[in-house]
């Protein structure tokens, strides 16, 4: 088990700062091409991407939604899910560990303080990274939470075993979700150098394999009251932390299967060979590959549109105060492009084998990687639990309930 931890220090002191989508874009498009190389001997030998993330933090990407008040680029939606999109396409992994970062980011903009927005948000645009500690393992259901935060020998203790805790290997602050001394829910920022915490490399999935998901074990952790958000108070008001990491989730599953297409037209262009009956010299030729190629790439501009179409109307409700009814349409809209996002990264990632022949199965061309990570990355929440909450709305008029996955 890896218990190491990764430094960000000489990247903090030379973090850029975003200040436009269009900055934000243009910075994504030249990490992808950087991380890109490599992405398949990273996969292949589990090497953790400690220079690439140490890249990524250097850009300023991390804290391109930090509101214009406070010195960040405040980008649009669209643009939060074209960045994801665009790092995943070239590494999932990479998409998927500074997530969790951005729906903390959004957790902070709706229930922080004014000196723990002023706190956080600097610390984000200074490049430094908020991993998460997720849900418990436990308990019989995902929801349940021993984690505590009470008061203990000199002040609050924070004591727990969380999992699924993506990005908490490389961060600088973990936080996790806890009960208080009143049994109510709240976020806890902890330090990833305080006492106390441990950080567990034990993330084994055959997909998603250098995100390090795995253990945060919290004991008996010093922690302040400003560093506690009462995340119990989203139960009496609507707003848009959900559907923002949903579209997150959302981006990078698109971000694979741009990836398993672009591979499939290359692998089919440059090595498959036409079947012995069709009577052709070139597999690009074959009617079969061309329908199903055509197949594919109609699949993924529909998600592509419908993902774009979502984030843009989480940027329309945005821009008006949120009620329990514009934050139920937020919901339905990424809800929609998570169903098709999902699909298609599946689909294109089994579909490449079919198309390209049975060549593209040898571990060296790593072509098996985008089904894993497809795969395993589709998982974080049921897309028939999508077709339940879209059907339940539409027949029903019933609002999505609100939560993290919705």
Known sequence: MNLARVDTSDTLSCAHRIDSDAEARAVARHLAAEFATGAAGRDRDRRLPVEELNRWSASGLGGMTVPRAYGGAEVSYATLAEVFA????????????????????????????????????????????????????????????????????????????RFYSTGALFADWIPTRALDAR?????????????????????????????????????????????????????ERPSLTGPTSQLIQAAI???IARSALADTIRYVRERARPWMDSGL?????????????????????????????SAEALDAIAAEPITLESSAKASVA???????????????????????????????????????????????????????????????GAYPRRHSWN
Do not use: C
């Not at 976020?187 to 394999?209: C, H, L, N």
């Open 86 to 161: 665009t790092v995943s396409a070239a590494d999932p992994s990479l998409g998927q560990i500074p997530q969790n970062q951005f729906g903390i980011l959004a957790i902070l903009r709706e229930l922080g303080t004014e000196a723990q927005k002023r706190r956080f948000f600097a610390e984000a645009l200074a490049g430094r990274r908020f991993g998460n500690a997720g849900p418990e393992r436990s308990g019989k259901r995902m929801t349940d939470i021993t984690t505590r935060v009470a008061p203990g020998r000199g002040g609050l203790r924070l004591n727990g075993r």
């Open 183 to 235: 049994d109510r829910p709240v976020f806890v920022f902890a330090r990833r150098e305080a006492r106390g915490v441990t950080v567990i490399d034990d993330w084994s999935a055959f997909g998603q394999r250098t995100t390090a998901s795995g253990t945060v074990v919290f004991e008996d952790v010093a922690v302040e009251p400003d560093d506690i958000l009462p995340t119990y108070l989203f139960a």
């Open 281 to 309: 010299d070139q597999a690009s030729d074959d009617p079969t590959i061309r329908h199903g190629i055509g197949q594919l790439s109609t699949a993924l501009q529909a998600a592509e549109e419908v993902t774009r179409e």
């Open 334 to 396: 990424v809800a929609e492009a998570k169903i098709l996002t999902t699909e298609i990264a599946l689909e294109a990632s089994e579909t490449l084998f079919d198309l390209a022949g049975a060549g593209a199965t040898r571990g060296a061309y790593a072509l098996d990687r985008h089904w894993r990570n497809a795969r395993v990355h589709t998982l974080h929440d049921p897309v028939r639990w999508k077709y339940h909450l879209l059907g339940h709305y539409v027949l029903n």
């Open 253 to 255: 599953d698109l971000g």
